[in-house]
């Protein structure tokens, strides 16, 4: 009997997972879920909310009581907080950075974790983030790591926000990628890591039609399989 596939892909910021996400989710005709969008909106709620990062109560609070949804397809999703389409305004490198800080505060994990469970249970899914394969959905089908190298990751995100962010330079990106990358795999609380079961795929020379291809070699046969 068939039943929905979860596919997970995880990986350090730039390396890839939103993009191939998106892509993943419309190929197959999945719900697409990008949990790194989640995060930012609930840094928007803080910031909007003038609390200090550094207060994990009232910020985890903050979080909880905050509406956040992800509507549309993979191609065109959008975010809502409170109703309001923020999916413009969270993507400045304040709110990134803002989103990377509270990502370590355990009650902000746990509360979206929870909503990203819910999320999974409504069918076929692809999800990315850093902590999907290991926390959230240890038992998805499929489970991809993505990576590079800090350069190339810091040069695909300043290309990314360098038009939003015209004092924004290449040094300040790469600063903050290696920042990220240290508070990611170090928080207590759901680090960075690399599922057993995973398959590393380092996207540092590849194009993204490259690693696309190799997801789905890896993709095809568990996709066969759930529909026997």
Same mark, same amino acid.
């Given at each position: 009997?068939?039943?929905?596939? *979860?596919?997970?892909?995880?990986?350090?910021?730039?390396?890839?997972?939103?993009?191939?996400?998106?892509?993943?989710? %419309?190929?197959?005709?999945?719900?697409? /879920? &990008?949990?790194?969008?989640?995060?930012?909106?609930?840094?928007?709620?803080?910031?909007?909310?003038?609390?200090?990062?550094?207060?994990?109560? +009232? /910020?985890?609070?903050?979080?909880?009581?905050?509406?956040?949804?992800?509507?549309?397809?993979? @191609?065109?999703?959008?975010?809502?907080?409170?109703? %309001?389409? $923020?999916?413009?305004? *969270?993507?400045?490198?304040?709110?990134?950075?803002?989103?990377? $800080?509270?990502?370590?505060?355990?009650?902000? %994990?746990? +509360?979206?974790?929870?909503?990203?469970?819910?999320?999974?249970?409504?069918?076929?899914? /692809?999800? @990315?983030?850093?902590?999907?394969?290991?926390? $959230?959905?240890?038992?998805? @089908?499929?489970?991809?790591?993505?990576?590079?190298?800090?350069?190339?990751?810091?040069?695909?995100?300043?290309?990314?926000?360098?038009?939003? +962010?015209?004092?924004?330079?290449?040094?300040?990106?790469?600063? @903050?990628?290696?920042?990220? &990358?240290?508070?990611?795999?170090?928080?207590?609380?759901?680090?960075?890591?690399?599922?057993?079961?995973? $398959?590393?795929?380092?996207?540092?020379?590849?194009?993204?039609?490259? /690693?696309?291809?190799?997801?789905?070699?890896?993709?095809?046969?568990?996709?066969?399989?759930? %529909?026997?």
């Amino acid at each position: 009997m068939s039943r929905p596939i *979860i596919i997970a892909i995880d990986g350090p910021s730039g390396a890839g997972k939103s993009t191939l996400g998106r892509t993943l989710a %419309r190929a197959l005709g999945l719900l697409y /879920v &990008d949990t790194g969008a989640m995060y930012r909106a609930a840094a928007l709620a803080v910031t909007e909310a003038g609390v200090s990062t550094t207060d994990a109560t +009232e /910020v985890g609070a903050i979080v909880a009581r905050a509406s956040i949804d992800l509507v549309g397809e993979p @191609d065109s999703l959008r975010v809502l907080l409170g109703g %309001r389409d $923020v999916s413009d305004a *969270i993507r400045t490198e304040q709110i990134s950075h803002t989103a990377s $800080v509270i990502s370590t505060i355990p009650e902000v %994990r746990r +509360e979206l974790v929870r909503r990203q469970r819910e999320m999974g249970e409504r069918g076929g899914i /692809v999800l @990315d983030g850093r902590d999907i394969g290991t926390v $959230v959905f240890p038992n998805a @089908d499929v489970k991809i790591f993505l990576t590079a190298v800090p350069e190339e990751r810091a040069k695909r995100r300043y290309a990314e926000e360098q038009a939003k +962010e015209p004092n924004l330079t290449f040094e300040d990106t790469l600063t @903050d990628i290696n920042a990220r &990358d240290r508070r990611d795999s170090t928080r207590a609380d759901s680090p960075l890591a690399i599922a057993d079961d995973a $398959v590393v795929i380092d996207t540092t020379e590849l194009s993204i039609e490259e /690693v696309f291809e190799r997801i789905m070699e890896v993709v095809r046969p568990r996709v066969q399989k759930n %529909r026997i």
